[in-house]
């Protein structure tokens, strides 16, 4: 006699979870929220970093440079910040640039980063693998940034933002600046950023590893 037949039972837990509700999305934006927190508390007075009575002419270029890389190593979180701010001013006051950016970040975390592997991208009835969907998003990208205004908006908000910081590190003494031996080896003005990208990195690597 022949066996029934085995009903198909769904586990709801083995269904494909949305990219924003995977661990994977989680820990990247743990690590993020962490690693900000953790460089805003380095950053300096404000109230020091506009210290009036600090702020005289260089006297060559030899000492402009001097004073500042040693107040990027001493100010480099406040300079961040202040880079930072320059861009977003930037892009509030163009929101057209600002959507595009945001709908190019939305595109590349949910239709490739933290998209669980198991679910193809089916646009249109037609289904794209990961090496189609990661050549569309690199293509669009650099259409984006180097081929329309939006490019050419983050370089002049950039350019003003160390502008402005290259102004206050060339006027600002440092004489009465003081760095521990630990913070002269981690000084720099893209150590802030380095340790976000590195912990942002380490989240995402397990996700994009599965896609290669």
Sequence with gaps: MASPPTLPISNPQSESQPPIATPAFRAFISRLNATVRNGLAQRRPWLELADRSSFSRPDSLTDAASRIRKNFSYFRVNYVSLIALSLAL?????????????????????????????????????????????????????VVVFLTSVGSLLISALLVGLAVVCAHGAFRMP????????????????????????SAAAAAAPVVATRV
């Design 90 to 142: 930037s892009l509030l006051t163009h929101p057209f640039s600002l959507l595009v950016l945001l709908a190019l970040l939305a595109a590349w975390i949910f239709l490739y980063l933290f998209r669980p592997a198991d679910q193809p991208l089916v646009i249109g009835g037609r289904t794209f693998s990961d090496r189609e969907t990661l050549g569309i998003l690199v293509v669009s990208t650099i």
């Design 175 to 198: 004489e009465d600046l003081f760095l521990d031996d630990q913070e002269q080896v981690n000084s720099g003005f893209l150590s802030f950023l380095g340790g976000a990208a590195t």
